[in-house]
């Protein structure tokens, strides 16, 4: 997650409608009830993206993040904006560990190929970043709540790892 930078982008009317739902993301991260917040942090983005497109949204992203903002795009992944997959795309070859889980993840919202093949190199210990965490740590949430027989599969790898 980047610096936000506030002091430069709160009159943006994009981030003012962003802002809310990355504050209750970041707030949910330490929740023990994360889950319960998945549907309405996920609306605050989709309205946002409905009230001012997807493209701007992400315009604002970079804009207003100093830093790796790859946590952001997940999280519009999860919220299933589709604009967004070219950019998670372009950092699942970085050597980064937050860029690269966080594209993964993105990208098996959108049932990406190549997101599901990393995700196997990284539960195995077979990428050449190795995960600093378990690699139920990183995963097993999103594994949980991705409604693809493919996350089945891999849930059940994370959990025997």
């Not at 917040?37 to 609306?43: H, K, S, T, V």
């Not at 795009?73 to 997959?85: D, Y």
Request: some cysteine; charged content about 25%.
């Amino acid at each position: 997650m980047g610096q936000y930078l506030l002091s430069e982008n709160e009159s943006n009317p994009v981030w003012k409608d962003l802002v809310d739902a990355f504050e209750m993301c970041t707030m949910d991260i330490v929740s023990s009830s994360r889950k319960k917040y998945e549907q309405e942090e996920c609306a605050l983005i989709q309205k946002a993206v409905e009230l001012h497109g997807g493209k701007a949204v992400i315009k604002c992203i970079f804009e207003t993040i100093q830093g790796n903002c790859s946590w952001e795009l997940f999280w519009l992944a999860r919220a299933g904006v589709m604009e967004v997959e070219s950019h998670l795309i372009a950092l699942l070859d970085s050597d980064d560990e937050d860029e690269l889980t966080s594209a993964v993840l993105g990208l098996l919202y959108f049932d990406n190929d190549k997101a599901w093949y990393l995700l196997h190199q990284l539960i195995n210990g077979e990428h050449q970043v190795n995960l600093t965490q378990s690699p139920s740590w990183y995963f097993q949430e999103d594994l949980e709540l991705i409604s693809n027989p493919k996350a089945k599969k891999y849930l059940a790898m994370v959990l025997n790892t």
